[in-house]
C-alpha cells in the first residue's frame, strides 16, 4: 500500500486522524510501532467481524508477535441495543479474564455502537487505557470516531451516561463501506450533507455533483468512486476535527455540529428506531432551513438545493415522505407539532420559551458560529402544516416593494443563451427548480462555468461563444423536458471530435416525444441516433468535428413550441445562416416562440419572420451577454402582492415585471386591476399598484383567456366588489391541479359569498366586506398553489383569523410566500396544526358508516354450466349489487341474438365484440355490479387481456366444478349453439387460461352429494356465501378483528392444526376436534398429494364441514415440514392457490434476507401484493434450534468460543428475524427451540418487552419453543397457539399441547386465576344452566365453577355480587326470575346495555372495566341472541332468496318482548303479535312497530303475497297452548321456522300442529335449544372464548332425558 495515499487530519494538536484507502496494513504497522500495549484487544460487532476482523487480526498479530506483544478479539452482537450496561460489563469481563492490564490498547473496529461502547469501555478499564477507533460506517468515520465522546444508552435515557475519552488515533478507511448496507450509507450521509451544508459550500457542490458515482461505489457496483468518497469524508472529518479541536467540550462553536438536529432529534424520538438518526435529521435541516427562511435569513433557492441533495442520497426531506411512511408503516402519523414542541423542551440544550436552533444563511455558510436562539412561535410557523391569516388593520396603508420568484420558461431560455453568448452575464432572480437545476448541471458538462453571487441570489454565467466541450459522461436530465429539447440543438454546435454525446433521462422522460425535432436535426446533416425504444430519450449526438450546417430546416412543429425554441436558439451557431420553416397544420403556442425571439433580440439576435409565413430567418452571428439580466416576474405569481394592494387599500411594487413583460399573465393590473379601481403604474419592468379605499372595488366583465392561471386572484377580488363579475374563457380551468372553478365556488361559499358555474367561466356576486364570513372549517386548498395564495388574499379583509389548510402547496411556485406576506407585506401569520382534530374526524367519519362490502365491480369468469348465472345472481343479491349476464348485454347492445349471430357473422366475430362490450361495461360501471361473461372470453389474447389487467385492481372469480357434471348439465341445455368440440378438450385448453386472468377461484364441492339432489345447491350455496362475503369484505368495517371473526390480541385464541393426508377422513370428528379453536390449519404439505385438484378438494371439506376460519401452510422440510425446500416456485404458487380459494390465512415462510434471495424476494412480495382479504402469517421456524431470543445473549460465551472471526458464522437472532418478516406479514410467527427452561422466559420477554421497545408497528406475534423443555411456551404464547386435540390421530409437532391441557398450565402457573359464576333467581334447581357452562369450563380446561345461588331477596344477589367483585372471584351470572328487573332498579349493576334496555329486563352479568381499570357490573340480555340464532341457523332451509320474511310472536310476556327484539334484529319485513289478552299484545306492538293478530289464522289474512317465509316464536307455557288453535294455519301449506321458548314438554301442542300438518315445511326447535344458544352467548361474553358447543348439548340432552 502506498503512503502517499494517507491523509493526515489534525485534531486538538495532533494528526491523530488517518485517512485512506486499503490501509489495513498501514493500520497494524502504525498501532504497534507507535502505541506500546502489551495487548491489542480488538472489539467489534458480528457484521463487522463477518467482512473484516480476519484481516486486520491477522496483519495486527504478525506486528505485534514479532514485539512479544500479543493481540485478542472480541466480538457483540450488532445493534444499539448492545449499547448497554450488561454489555459493557460483559466485556470488561472478558478484559479480566484474560489478565488485561492498564496498558491494553482496545481497538473499536466498526460502527458508532462500537466506538462509543469500547471507548466508554477504555474510558474507565483500569481508570483509562488506549482507544483507537477504526470506524467502518460512514456516520462512525465522520461523525462519533471524532470528537472523543463515549457514552451507553441506559433505561432513562440514550448517551446519558459517558466519559470524554479522545482516541489515540482514528483511522478512516472507506474501502470498509463497500460491506455496508445502503440504508446505513445514506444513513451517514446525513451527516455529510449536514456538515457541508454548513461549512463548506465546495463540498456541498461535490455532493450534488457526484450523486451517481458516490452511491455507485457505495452499492459496491464500482471502485471508481473511491476517490470522491475518501474526498468527501475528509471534508466532514476535518470540519469536525476543527470544530472540537476549537471547543472541545461543548462550549459554543461545537453546537454548531447540531445543524438540523434540533427538529431532528424530535422527529427521531418519535420514529426511531424504524427510521435512522440521519433520516431524521435530514427532515431536521429542512424544517430548520425553513425556520432560518421564515426569520428572513435564508433563500428559498438555498433550500431548493439542500432538500434535491438530501433527496438524491435516498434521504426523506418531510415527515410526509414516502420514505417514511414505507419504514414506520405509518407511525409518522402521531407526530404533531406540540408533541416536537414536547419533546423540544427536554432537551438540556434548550430554555424558556426559546430553542437553540443552528441558522444557516446560505449553502455552506452560517448565520453566527453558535447555536441561535428562536421563539418558539417561529418554530411551531415553521412546522404547521396549515396556518391562520390574521386580517390587516384597515389604519394599515404602507407602501411595498417586492421582486416575485422567476418564471420558469424564461430561466431556462436565459441559461441557454447566457452560455451560448460572448462575455459575462449576471441572471439575477432565476427561478431555481429541479429543472433548472437539471439544465445547469448538464451546462457543467458542456464546460460552462459559472458560480453564484449576491448571496445565492445572483448567478453569473461565463459565456462560451458557441464553444462547447464534448461532456466526458453520457448527461442525465431527469424528466426535465425544457432541458432535453434545448440541449439536443445545443449538442450539435459542438465542434469537436470526441466520443457521442448521450442524453438521458427517467423512466417518463423516456417516453415523452423529441422525434420531430431529431428529424429536423439529422435532415440538416446530424448524427443523432435514438437508443431506445420510442422516439425519445436516451439519444446519442456524434461528434465529427463539425458543427450543425444551418442552411433550410423544415420542422413540424404540431407538437411542441418547445422543438421551434431550441433551433431558433441554436441556430446563430450554425456553419451557415438559418432558415427555419415550420410545416404541418398548427404551431402550437406561438406565446412561447415570440417569447424566445424577444429574448434573442436582448442577447443581440434578430430573427426575422417572412409575413404572413411560418419561415424564420436567423443570421450566423454571436450573442453578446448584457452584463445583468433580471429574470422577469413569473407573471402569475405577482398577481397576488398585486391583489393584495388592491384589497387592503395600499401601495405594492412588483421590482421584477413590468409592461415590457413577455408573459400573457403580466397584463393581470391593467386588464383587470384597473378596471376594477385601482391606480396601476407601469415601467418596462415593475409594476405599482395601488387599491381603491377599502370595499370601493368595482364589479367586471372579463375575459381571460390570455391569462386563465390568474382567475382565481380576479375571482376573491371580486367577492368584495360591488356587483357582479363574470369572468370567461377560463373552461381549461377545469382540468388543472384539481376543478379550480368547482373549488373556488366551494371555498367562497363559507366566506359567504355567492358564486356560480358559467359553461366557460365563473359568476361571482360581490359582498360588502361587512357581511363577509370567517370559514369555520378553514379554506381547503386541493393541492393546488393557486388556491392557497388566492384565499390568503381574500383572508386579509374578513373579521377574524381564517385557516388555511395544507400550506406547503405552495411550494410548487413560490415556496416563500408565507414569509413573504409574513416578513415584507407584515401580515401575522400563526402556524396550526390541523392533524389531530383532521384524524379524529376521519377516524369518526369511518367508524360511523362501516361498508360491509366494497363495490368494485365483480367479474365471473368460468366454463358454460358451471354455474355462473346461478352464482352471478347469488353473489349479486349478498352484496346488494345489480347482476349483468354478459350474453344478455351483447343481445341488447347489438340488438340481436346470439343464435342469429353465430352463424351470419362467425365465432371470431362473436368474440371481437365480446371483448369490446366487456371493456365497455367495465368502463362505464366500475362499481355496482356482478358481470358473469361467456366462457370462451378467455380464447382471445384480447379478451385475458382485459381480464389480466382488470384482475390487477379488482377481483375476477373463476367459477368451476368437476367437468363430468358440466357436460351432464350442458347435454341439457338448448339455449345455446352447441360446442362444436368436445367439452373436455375445450376444458383442457382453456383451464390455464382461466387460472391466469382470475384472482380467485371458487370450486363447487359437491361433497357426497350428486347434482340431481336437492341439497346439492343449498349446501354449495353456503360454502359460497362465506366465500363471497370473505374476498369482498372491507376490511375497514372491523378493526378489532380479523376476517373469520378472530379477535386482534391480547385475547387468547387457537388454531388446531390438521395433519391429515385427506380430510374425508377427518369429517366425523371434525366439528368435536375444533371445539374451542379460532381456526383450523390446512397443513398442504401433509397432504396425500400436492396437486391442485385434490388440494382445492380439502379447502371445500373444511368450509362446508366447519365455519371456522381457514390456515392455509405449505411447510417445508427443515422447518418443520415435507415440502422440499428447493422446489421454491412450486411452493408459491400453491400459496397463492391459498389466496385464490380465499382462505382466511396463509402461513408463508420469510427468508429474504442475504445474497442470491432476489428471485425468493419476488416472490414472496407478488405473493403479499395480491393477498386480497387474507391474512397473512409470516412464519420462521429454528429447526436447528440456533437462534436467539435475546439480543444480549452472547453466544462466544455461551458456547466457549472466544471468537467467531473464522468464515462468515453468524448468529442467528429472533429480533432480526422478526424485522425480517415484520414487512410481509400481518401476523408474525417465531418458533425457536427450549435447550433449557430459561429460553420459555427469554421468549417471553421477548414478545412482551423487547418486541414493543424496537418501536415499530404493532402486529399480533405468535412465538414459541419446540423441544420437550419448550412446551411451557405454548401456555405462554397468547394469540392463535396452534393445538392439538385427543381426538385427533397424531400430533402436528412434538410436545403439542391441546386446550384443555394449556388452561390447565396457565392456570397452575397463575396465569388464569379461577372465577365464580352464579345463577341467581328461584326457583332453580332443576336448571340446565351449570351442564352448560361446567362442561364448557371443563372440555376447555378452565378452572372455573358456576353454581346456583338461589333466594328470592334481591339483597341477597347484591351482596354475592359485590363480595366477588371485592375479592375479584365474581366471574359473572345468569339471572331469572325475580331478578330480571331487580338487578337494574336496585343498583347491582352500573351499566345496561342496549338489547336488555330495549328487552327491560337483564339475564346475564358481565364484568367489565370502567373507563379507569375498575370493575364494574353490566347487565345484558342473551335471550334474544338464543332466539336470534336459533332461527338464523335454520331459515336458509326454507327461505327463497325473494321471500318476504314475516315475524310472529305468541304471547305478551317478558320473553316475548326478547322475541320482538330479536326479530327486528333480524329484520323481517313485517311483524305480528298474538296473545289472549290484546290490550297486552298492542302494548308490544306499539313498542316494536308490529300489528296485532286475534288468532294464528289471522296471518293469512294480512299477507296477499304468496312468497312468505314465516319465523313464528311461540312464548307461552305448554299447559296454555292446549286450547288455542293452529291447523288451520298449518294445514294452508305455509312454512318458515318455530321457535319454542317453552321447554315442558319437550313437543309442545304448536310444535306438535307444525309437524303434523299435511305437507309440512316447518323446521322446529324446542326450547332446550334456545337455553343453549343463550348459554353459549353467555359463554363467550364471560371468557371471551368459543364454547364447545356440541360437548355442550349432549350434556344437555343427556340430563333432559334423564
Ligand atoms: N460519540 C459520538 O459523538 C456520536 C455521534 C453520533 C452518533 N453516535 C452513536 O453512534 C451510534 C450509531 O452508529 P452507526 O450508525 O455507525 O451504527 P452501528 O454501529 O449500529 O452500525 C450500523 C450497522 O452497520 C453494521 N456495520 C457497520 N460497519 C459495517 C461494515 N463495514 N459492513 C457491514 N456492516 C457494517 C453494524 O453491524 C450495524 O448493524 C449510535 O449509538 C449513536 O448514539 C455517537
Ligand atoms: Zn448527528
Same mark, same amino acid.
Given at each position: 500500500m502506498a503512503e502517499s495515499n494517507i491523509i493526515k487530519i489534525p485534531i486538538l494538536g495532533k494528526e491523530s486522524i488517518i485517512v485512506g484507502n486499503n490501509i489495513t496494513a498501514y493500520i497494524a504497522k502504525d498501532v504497534v510501532s507507535s502505541i506500546k500495549a502489551s495487548t491489542y484487544c480488538i472489539i467489534t460487532d458480528e457484521n463487522v467481524a463477518m467482512h473484516h476482523l480476519e484481516k486486520l487480526e491477522n496483519l495486527l498479530t504478525k506486528e505485534a508477535n514479532a514485539l512479544g506483544r500479543r493481540v485478542l478479539s472480541y466480538t457483540i452482537p450488532a445493534g444499539e441495543l448492545q449499547k448497554c450496561r450488561d454489555t459493557k460489563a460483559e466485556i470488561e469481563d472478558y478484559l479480566l479474564l484474560n489478565k488485561c492490564t492498564r496498558d491494553t490498547c482496545i481497538l473499536a473496529l466498526g460502527g458508532g455502537v462500537i466506538g462509543d461502547l469500547s471507548g466508554y469501555v477504555a474510558a474507565t478499564f483500569m481508570r483509562g487505557c488506549t482507544v483507537i477507533q477504526i470506524p467502518t460506517t460512514l456516520l462512525s468515520m465522520v461523525d462519533s470516531s471524532i470528537g472523543g465522546k463515549t457514552a451507553i444508552d441506559v433505561p432513562g435515557g440514550k448517551n446519558i451516561i459517558g466519559a470524554f475519552h479522545q482516541p489515540a488515533r482514528i483511522f478512516i478507511d472507506p474501502q470498509y463501506l463497500r460491506t455496508l448496507p445502503l440504508r446505513q450509507f445514506r444513513n451517514g450521509m446525513g451527516e455529510v450533507i449536514k456538515t457541508a451544508a454548513f461549512w463548506s459550500p465546495e463540498d456541498f457542490s461535490l455532493l450534488e455533483n457526484n450523486v451517481e458515482k458516490i452511491l455507485a461505489f457505495a452499492r459496491? *457496483?464500482?471502485?471508481?468512486?473511491?476517490?470522491?468518497?475518501?474526498?468527501?469524508?475528509?471534508?466532514?472529518?476535518?470540519?469536525?476535527?476543527?470544530?472540537?479541536?476549537?471547543?472541545? #467540550?461543548?462550549?459554543g462553536l461545537r453546537g454548531v455540529l447540531n445543524f438540523g438536529h434540533t427538529i431532528g432529534h424530535a422527529i427521531e424520538a418519535i420514529l426511531a428506531p424504524a427510521m435512522y438518526h440521519g433520516e431524521c435529521i435530514s427532515m431536521g435541516m429542512v424544517y430548520e432551513a425553513e425556520v432560518a427562511r421564515s426569520m428572513g435569513l435564508l433563500k428559498d433557492a438555498a433550500i431548493g438545493r439542500l432538500s434535491r441533495c438530501i433527496q438524491a442520497y435516498g434521504l426523506p426531506v418531510s415527515i410526509n415522505d414516502p420514505l417514511v411512511d414505507e419504514n414506520t408503516h405509518g407511525k409518522q402519523k402521531e407526530i404533531t407539532v406540540d408533541r416536537l414542541m414536547e419533546i423540544m423542551k427536554l432537551d438540556k440544550k434548550n430554555r424558556g420559551t426559546q430553542k437553540r436552533i443552528v441558522i444557516i444563511s446560505e449553502i455552506g455558510k452560517l448565520y453566527e458560529e453558535k447555536p441561535t436562539n428562536v421563539d418558539d412561535e417561529v418554530i411551531i410557523n415553521a412546522l404547521s402544516p396549515a396556518l391562520k391569516v390574521t386580517p390587516v388593520p384597515e389604519?394599515?396603508?404602507?407602501?411595498?416593494?417586492?421582486? &416575485?420568484?422567476?418564471?420558469?420558461?424564461?430561466?431556462?431560455?436565459?441559461?441557454?443563451?447566457?452560455?451560448?453568448?460572448?462575455?459575462?452575464? #449576471?441572471?439575477?432572480?432565476?427561478?431555481?427548480?429541479?429543472?433548472?437545476?437539471?439544465?445547469?448541471?448538464?451546462?457543467?458538462?458542456?464546460?460552462?462555468?459559472?458560480?453564484?453571487?449576491?448571496?445565492?441570489?445572483?448567478?453569473?454565467?461565463?459565456?462560451?461563444?458557441?464553444?462547447?466541450?464534448?461532456?466526458?459522461?453520457?448527461?442525465?436530465?431527469?424528466?426535465?423536458?425544457?432541458?432535453?429539447?434545448?440541449?439536443?440543438?445545443?449538442?450539435?454546435?459542438?465542434?469537436?471530435?470526441?466520443?457521442?454525446? &448521450?442524453?438521458?433521462?427517467?423512466?417518463?422522460?423516456?417516453?415523452?416525444?423529441?422525434?420531430?425535432?431529431?428529424?429536423?436535426?439529422?435532415?440538416?446533416?446530424?448524427?443523432?441516433?435514438?437508443?431506445?425504444?420510442?422516439?425519445?430519450?436516451?439519444?446519442?449526438?456524434?461528434?465529427?468535428?463539425?458543427?450543425?450546417?444551418?442552411?433550410?430546416?423544415?420542422?413540424?412543429?404540431?407538437?411542441?413550441?418547445?422543438?421551434?425554441?431550441?433551433?431558433?436558439?441554436?441556430?446563430?451557431?450554425?456553419?451557415?445562416?438559418?432558415?427555419?420553416?415550420?410545416?404541418?397544420?398548427?404551431?402550437?403556442?406561438?406565446?412561447?416562440?415570440?417569447m424566445t425571439i424577444a429574448m434573442m433580440k436582448h442577447f443581440g439576435i434578430e430573427v426575422t419572420r417572412e409575413p404572413n409565413t411560418n419561415i424564420y430567418h436567423i443570421p450566423a452571428a454571436s450573442y453578446t451577454n448584457p452584463e445583468t439580466y433580471i429574470i422577469e416576474a413569473d407573471a402569475t405569481s405577482a398577481t397576488y402582492p398585486l391583489a393584495f394592494a388592491a384589497i387592503t387599500g395600499s401601495t405594492v411594487t412588483v421590482e421584477n415585471i413590468g409592461n415590457e413583460s413577455l408573459q400573457g399573465d403580466s397584463e393581470f393590473a391593467t386588464k383587470v386591476l384597473q378596471q376594477m379601481g385601482c391606480t396601476v403604474s407601469q415601467t418596462a419592468h415593475t409594476t405599482t399598484v395601488q387599491g381603491p379605499v377599502r370595499g370601493q372595488l368595482k364589479s367586471i366583465k372579463i375575459d381571460m383567456e390570455t391569462m386563465t392561471d390568474a382567475f382565481l386572484t380576479a375571482t376573491v377580488l371580486a367577492a368584495v366588489a360591488n356587483g357582479e363579475t363574470e369572468i370567461t374563457g377560463i373552461s381549461n380551468q377545469r382540468v388543472k391541479e384539481c376543478n379550480r372553478i368547482e373549488a373556488m365556488i366551494t371555498e367562497l361559499a363559507k366566506f359567504g359569498v355567492k358564486?356560480?358555474?358559467?359553461?366557460?367561466?365563473?359568476?361571482?356576486?360581490?359582498?360588502?366586506?361587512?357581511?363577509?364570513?370567517?370559514?369555520?372549517?378553514?379554506?381547503?386548498?386541493?393541492?393546488?398553489?393557486?388556491?392557497?395564495?388566492?384565499?390568503?388574499?381574500?383572508?386579509?379583509?374578513?373579521?377574524?383569523?381564517?385557516?388555511?389548510?395544507e400550506k406547503r402547496?405552495?411550494?410548487?411556485?413560490? =415556496?416563500?410566500?408565507?414569509?413573504?406576506?409574513?416578513?415584507?407585506?407584515?401580515?401575522?401569520?400563526?402556524?396550526?396544526?390541523?392533524?389531530p382534530d383532521e384524524m379524529k374526524k376521519l377516524a369518526k367519519e369511518v367508524k360511523e358508516e362501516p361498508k360491509q362490502f366494497n363495490d368494485a365491480s365483480l367479474i365471473i369468469i368460468g366454463m358454460r354450466g358451471a354455474g355462473k348465472t346461478y352464482m352471478g345472481q347469488y353473489a349479486a343479491k349478498i352484496l346488494g349489487r345489480k347482476f349483468v349476464d354478459m350474453d344478455w348485454y351483447f343481445e341488447q347492445e347489438l340488438k340481436t341474438t346470439i343464435k342469429e349471430f353465430i352463424p351470419s357473422k362467425g365465432w371470431e366475430q362473436f368474440r371481437i365484440e365480446e371483448v369490446k362490450l366487456l371493456k365497455k361495461i367495465i368502463a362505464e360501471n366500475p362499481t355496482g355490479l356482478v358481470i358473469s361473461c361467456g366462457g370462451g372470453i378467455v380464447e382471445t389474447e384480447d379478451g385475458r387481456d382485459v381480464l389480466k389487467q382488470y384482475a390487477s385492481q379488482g377481483i375476477v372469480l373463476h367459477l368451476t366444478r368437476e367437468i363430468k357434471d358440466i357436460v351432464a348439465y350442458l347435454s341439457k341445455d338448448e339455449t345455446r349453439p352447441s360446442f362444436a368440440e368436445d367439452i373436455t378438450t375445450v376444458w383442457e385448453r382453456r383451464k390455464n387460461w382461466f387460472q391466469e386472468c382470475s384472482t380467485h377461484e371458487f370450486y363447487v364441492y359437491k361433497g357426497n352429494k350428486n347434482v340431481e339432489d336437492e341439497e346439492y345447491w343449498s349446501e354449495v350455496d353456503s360454502d359460497y356465501k362465506r366465500f363471497i362475503e370473505f374476498i369482498c369484505a372491507n376490511p375497514s368495517s372491523d378493526e378489532t378483528k380479523f376476517p373469520g371473526n378472530v379477535h386482534i390480541p391480547p385475547a387468547s385464541s387457537y388454531f388446531l392444526s390438521l395433519t391429515y393426508a385427506d380430510l374425508n377422513e377427518a369429517i366425523p370428528i371434525l366439528e368435536k376436534a375444533s371445539e374451542g379453536s379460532d381456526a383450523l390449519e390446512l397443513r398442504v404439505d401433509l397432504l396425500a398429494s400436492q396437486e391442485k385438484e385434490f388440494i382445492r378438494q380439502q379447502v371445500s371439506i373444511l368450509r362446508r364441514y366447519s365455519s371456522l376460519p381457514i390456515i392455509y401452510t405449505v411447510r417445508t422440510d427443515g422447518q418443520g415440514g415435507r415440502f422440499p425446500p428447493a422446489e421454491i416456485d412450486r411452493m408459491f404458487e400453491l400459496l397463492e392457490y391459498g389466496l385464490k380459494w380465499g382462505c382466511e390465512y396463509v402461513d408463508v415462510e420469510v427468508d429474504v434476507i442475504g445474497k442470491g434471495k432476489e428471485h425468493r424476494i419476488e416472490l414472496t412480495e407478488n405473493l403479499v401484493n395480491r393477498k386480497g382479504n387474507s391474512k397473512i402469517i409470516a412464519s420462521y421456524h429454528d429447526c436447528s434450534g440456533t437462534a436467539l431470543w435475546d439480543p444480549h445473549t452472547n453466544a462466544s460465551?455461551?458456547?466457549?468460543?472466544?471468537?467467531?472471526?473464522?468464515?462468515?458464522?453468524?448468529?442467528?437472532?429472533?429480533?432480526?428475524?422478526?424485522?425480517?418478516?415484520?414487512?410481509?406479514?400481518?401476523?408474525?410467527?417465531?418458533?425457536?427451540?427450549?435447550?433449557?427452561?430459561?429460553?420459555?422466559?427469554?421468549l417471553y420477554t421477548f414478545v412482551k418487552e423487547i418486541v414493543p421497545s424496537l418501536g415499530l408497528q404493532y402486529k399480533p406475534v405468535i412465538a414459541m419453543n419446540m423441544g420437550p423443555l419448550g412446551q411451557i411456551s405454548r401456555?405462554?404464547?397468547?394469540?392463535?397457539?396452534?393445538?392439538?386435540? =385427543?381426538?385427533?390421530?397424531?400430533?402436528?409437532? =412434538?410436545?403439542?399441547?391441546?386446550?384443555?391441557?394449556?388452561?390447565?398450565?396457565?392456570?397452575?402457573?397463575?396465569?388464569?386465576? $379461577?372465577?365464580?359464576?352464579?345463577?341467581?333467581?328461584?326457583?332453580?334447581?332443576?336448571?340446565?344452566? $351449570?351442564?352448560?357452562?361446567?362442561?364448557?369450563? *371443563?372440555?376447555?380446561?378452565?378452572?372455573?365453577?358456576?353454581e346456583l345461588s338461589e333466594?328470592?331477596?334481591?339483597?341477597?344477589?347484591?351482596? &354475592?355480587?359485590?363480595?366477588?367483585?371485592?375479592?375479584?372471584?365474581?366471574?359473572?351470572?345468569?339471572?331469572?326470575?325475580?331478578? #330480571?328487573?331487580?338487578?337494574?332498579?336496585?343498583?347491582?349493576?352500573?351499566?345496561?346495555?342496549?338489547?336488555?334496555?330495549?328487552?327491560?329486563?337483564?339475564?346475564?352479568?358481565? &364484568?367489565?372495566?370502567? *373507563?379507569?381499570?375498575? =370493575?364494574?357490573?353490566?347487565?345484558?340480555?342473551?335471550?334474544?341472541?338464543?332466539?336470534?340464532?336459533c332461527i338464523e341457523n335454520r331459515i336458509n332451509k326454507v327461505r327463497k332468496s325473494d321471500d318476504k320474511f314475516i315475524g310472529v310472536v305468541v304471547g305478551a310476556g317478558g320473553t316475548a318482548r326478547a322475541a320482538c327484539y330479536s326479530l327486528t334484529q333480524l329484520g323481517v319485513d313485517k311483524l305480528l303479535i298474538w296473545n289472549r289478552t290484546t290490550s297486552k299484545a298492542e302494548e308490544l306492538a306499539k313498542i316494536f312497530g308490529g300489528e296485532v293478530i286475534q288468532n294464528l289464522g289471522d296471518c293469512l289474512k294480512t299477507e296477499s303475497d304468496a312468497n312468505v317465509v314465516y319465523a313464528i316464536v311461540g312464548t307461552v307455557p305448554a299447559a296454555a297452548q292446549v286450547n288455542m288453535n293452529f291447523t288451520e294455519f298449518f294445514d294452508s301449506g305455509k312454512k318458515g321456522v318455530i321457535v319454542e321458548m317453552a321447554y315442558k314438554p319437550r313437543r309442545t301442542p304448536l310444535l306438535n300442529a307444525a309437524v303434523a300438518a299435511k305437507d309440512s315445511h316447518w323446521e322446529t326447535t324446542e326450547g332446550v335449544d334456545v337455553l343453549i344458544e343463550q348459554g353459549l352467548e353467555q359463554f363467550i361474553r364471560w371468557t371471551g372464548r368459543i364454547p364447545p358447543s356440541q360437548a355442550i348439548s349432549e350434556q344437555v340432552y343427556n340430563r333432559y332425558s334423564e
Open positions: 459496491n *457496483e464500482s471502485e471508481d468512486g473511491a476517490d470522491i468518497v475518501q474526498k468527501i469524508i475528509q471534508g466532514a472529518a476535518n470540519t469536525k476535527a476543527y470544530v472540537v479541536t476549537h471547543d472541545e #467540550k461543548e462550549g389604519t394599515q396603508k404602507e407602501k411595498f416593494s417586492l421582486n &416575485v420568484p422567476g418564471s420558469k420558461s424564461i430561466s431556462n431560455r436565459a441559461l441557454i443563451l447566457a452560455s451560448l453568448a460572448q462575455g459575462k452575464c #449576471k441572471l439575477k432572480g432565476l427561478l431555481l427548480s429541479d429543472d433548472t437545476q437539471v439544465m445547469l448541471d448538464a451546462l457543467k458538462y458542456l464546460g460552462i462555468k459559472y458560480f453564484w453571487e449576491d448571496n445565492g441570489d445572483s448567478l453569473v454565467i461565463e459565456g462560451s461563444n458557441g464553444k462547447l466541450q464534448v461532456p466526458t459522461d453520457e448527461i442525465y436530465l431527469g424528466n426535465a423536458g425544457t432541458a432535453s429539447r434545448f440541449l439536443t440543438s445545443v449538442c450539435t454546435l459542438i465542434s469537436e471530435n470526441g466520443p457521442k454525446t &448521450v442524453l438521458t433521462g427517467n423512466a417518463r422522460m423516456k417516453e415523452r416525444p423529441i422525434g420531430p425535432l431529431v428529424e429536423a436535426l439529422n435532415a440538416n446533416g446530424c448524427d443523432i441516433q435514438f437508443l431506445g425504444k420510442n422516439k425519445s430519450l436516451p439519444i446519442s449526438i456524434a461528434h465529427n468535428g463539425t458543427k450543425l450546417q444551418g442552411g433550410k430546416i423544415q420542422l413540424a412543429a404540431s407538437v411542441s413550441s418547445q422543438y421551434v425554441s431550441s433551433i431558433l436558439m441554436s441556430a446563430p451557431y450554425a456553419q451557415n445562416p438559418v432558415t427555419l420553416e415550420l410545416v404541418g397544420d398548427n404551431v402550437v403556442s406561438q406565446p412561447y416562440i415570440d358564486a356560480s358555474e358559467l359553461e366557460d367561466g365563473i359568476k361571482i356576486t360581490g359582498t360588502s366586506i361587512a357581511s363577509l364570513k370567517v370559514p369555520v372549517d378553514g379554506v381547503k386548498c386541493y393541492d393546488d398553489h393557486r388556491i392557497a395564495m388566492s384565499f390568503s388574499i381574500l383572508s386579509l379583509i374578513v373579521p377574524g383569523q381564517v385557516l388555511i389548510k402547496c405552495v411550494e410548487k411556485t413560490w =415556496p416563500s410566500w408565507w414569509d413573504t406576506l409574513h416578513n415584507v407585506l407584515k401580515v401575522k401569520l400563526d402556524g396550526y396544526d390541523t392533524l460465551i455461551n458456547t466457549n468460543t472466544t471468537k467467531i472471526s473464522n468464515g462468515p458464522k453468524r448468529l442467528l437472532r429472533m429480533r432480526d428475524k422478526y424485522m425480517e418478516l415484520l414487512p410481509y406479514g400481518d401476523i408474525i410467527k417465531l418458533i425457536g427451540f427450549a435447550h433449557k427452561l430459561q429460553d420459555n422466559f427469554t401456555a405462554l404464547n397468547g394469540f392463535f397457539t396452534p393445538v392439538t386435540h =385427543p381426538i385427533l390421530p397424531f400430533k402436528a409437532a =412434538p410436545g403439542q399441547l391441546s386446550i384443555q391441557e394449556i388452561n390447565k398450565i396457565r392456570s397452575s402457573i397463575g396465569l388464569i386465576s $379461577p372465577k365464580k359464576y352464579y345463577l341467581f333467581g328461584s326457583p332453580i334447581a332443576y336448571s340446565q344452566s $351449570p351442564t352448560i357452562h361446567n362442561t364448557g369450563f *371443563e372440555v376447555l380446561g378452565l378452572p372455573h365453577k358456576y333466594s328470592e331477596e334481591w339483597t341477597h344477589v347484591k351482596k &354475592v355480587v359485590e363480595d366477588g367483585i371485592k375479592d375479584g372471584s365474581f366471574g359473572g351470572a345468569s339471572v331469572t326470575i325475580p331478578h #330480571k328487573q331487580n338487578v337494574i332498579e336496585h343498583g347491582i349493576v352500573q351499566r345496561v346495555t342496549d338489547a336488555a334496555k330495549a328487552i327491560g329486563a337483564v339475564n346475564t352479568l358481565i &364484568v367489565e372495566n370502567d *373507563e379507569e381499570g375498575n =370493575p364494574i357490573v353490566a347487565g345484558d340480555n342473551t335471550d334474544y341472541l338464543g332466539i336470534k340464532r
